[in-house]
């Protein structure tokens, strides 16, 4: 659902950034390449987006070396992914954590290369604030839930994707 609605948003602002989702577990020949549940899928198209075409896949290294900025939905997904690869974790954030963060720093500035503005609002974070079973920075999973369960979750995947795009993108001509 992220994935679909972030692409939408930053489509809307005309910034050509590609987004992939992947799950951060290893996905068995069971759970691989797996639509979403009809539930995700009828709360997006409820937005007018379409995510029947969407297939599971896993994350793996290079997909983590190559990108720019790595959103998970939960720390421990954030966990998972920089013991992965360790030399992610400055680009590595759950999406609450870095709208959290990145509310007080201000929008990236035009030319504001994304690696310097994520410093910013990654400054002062630490590996052990990944320790604990705290959920404040989290995104429930609602799989396996009821349609309301699935309505909530887009909902605040919605505000929480478009405050991200337009901190992010919202003001750069470069994108």
Avoid: N
């Amino acid at each position: 659902m992220t994935e679909a609605l972030l692409s939408a948003r930053l489509a809307a602002l005309g910034a050509p950034v590609p987004v992939r989702s992947a799950g951060i577990s290893p996905a068995g020949p069971a759970e691989a390449a797996m639509p979403p549940p009809p539930e995700a899928i009828a709360a997006l198209a409820a937005r007018g987006l379409d995510l029947s075409g969407h297939r599971s896949r896993a994350v793996g290294p290079a997909d983590l070396a190559g990108a720019d900025l790595i959103l998970a939905m939960t720390r421990e997904h954030v966990r998972q992914a920089v013991v992965l690869l360790p030399a992610a974790w400055p680009r590595t954030f759950t999406l609450k954590e870095l709208v959290r963060r990145a509310r007080p720093l201000g929008p990236r500035l035009p030319g504001e290369p994304l690696p310097g503005w994520l410093d910013q609002a990654g400054a002062g974070r630490d590996h052990r604030d990944l320790l604990g079973g705290s959920s404040e920075d989290d995104v429930a999973d609602p799989y396996g839930g009821p349609a309301p369960e699935y309505e909530f979750v887009a909902d605040l995947l919605d505000q929480l994707t478009d405050e991200l795009a337009d901190l992010c993108w919202g003001l750069t001509p470069d994108r």
